[in-house]
């Protein structure tokens, strides 16, 4: 009797250590990759509009925390609209310089990049599919735009994909409406490198939905270190507004002020509403956000301003040329 007890002690041991191994093996699998790594884009969902045609929302996943891509619309950067399962096959070449730009980005910051930009399709859209091929680090990825019903979305399944307003998922936010914007000025600017270029913009949240509600600042170490308690990383309500580069290299543009990231970067300090113990900054007391940006390099960029209640986000385009 005493042989069979050590004998299954002696099992039971070499399950633990092949346990602890695998744990170990898992866990060692999780480590934050910097560089190297590819982007994927992302097909969020639909909803319809008021006139019967339908908004497809579109964003993307950089697997990096640092490394960002300029990818040109080309073979590599590509939008195509094509009949059900026309490009399933990633080898295909769905190419056509026709239909290839279709507002997406060219520029890729690190980390997840969520409703990012949207398409308008028609009502008898039907059965087709709009595919976003990304090709990085030698490999091709696609996003399949489709109508399928359990593609929908509200203003709702938004927050909480993003972790708008803690990761509350009221019923009130179904019926949120995304902030209002208007950039002050012309839509297309010319400017030469070195120089200041001015932004300002206004925006306001009509309805106040999520309402700012801030929370205790996190307190020592332990509390900004502490693991995740969700699957997806949470940000405070309250508007804010920032400008990202979205097309041209980010890289040769700097904002005065600094402008908060906008992706999800959830390392501490990070500047990112993600990130603890990051604060929502209070709006200005007119509603006018002020800014400067100088290039360092010529070329055309596309500057993005972002407003955000922490739940929706609203969008608007500064083209500019920049000249030596």
Known sequence: MKA???KFSWLASLLLIALLINQSANAQTRFMQLRGQITSPAY??????EDGSYKLFFGYMNTNWDQQFDIPISPENYFSEVEPGELDD?????FDFSSADMGQPTHFYPRRNPFLFTIDVPADFGERELVWTLKTQGQTNRAYGTLKADYRI?????????????GSLSDSLRTNIPPELRVEGESFRSVRVGQPLSLAVRASDPDNLPARRDRPRSQGIDQLYRPPSSIVAMSGPGLRFSWTVYRGP???ASFTP???KTYTDTRMYANSPWA??????QPPEDGRWAAEVVF???GEYVLRGIASDGSLFTYQNINVTVTR
Do not use: C, H, M, R
Not at 90 to 94: I, K, N, R, V
Not at 276 to 281: D, S
């Open 4 to 6: 069979v007890a050590n």
């Open 296 to 298: 360092d390099e010529p």
């Open 276 to 281: 603890p113990p990051f604060e929502i900054p």
């Open 250 to 252: 980010a890289a040769k």
């Open 154 to 166: 509200d203003p709702q399944v938004i927050s909480t994909e993003v972790g708008g307003n803690y």
């Open 258 to 260: 600094t402008q908060f």
């Open 44 to 49: 969020e969902g639909w909803w319809p509009n």
């Open 90 to 94: 990633l080898s295909l070449d769905g």
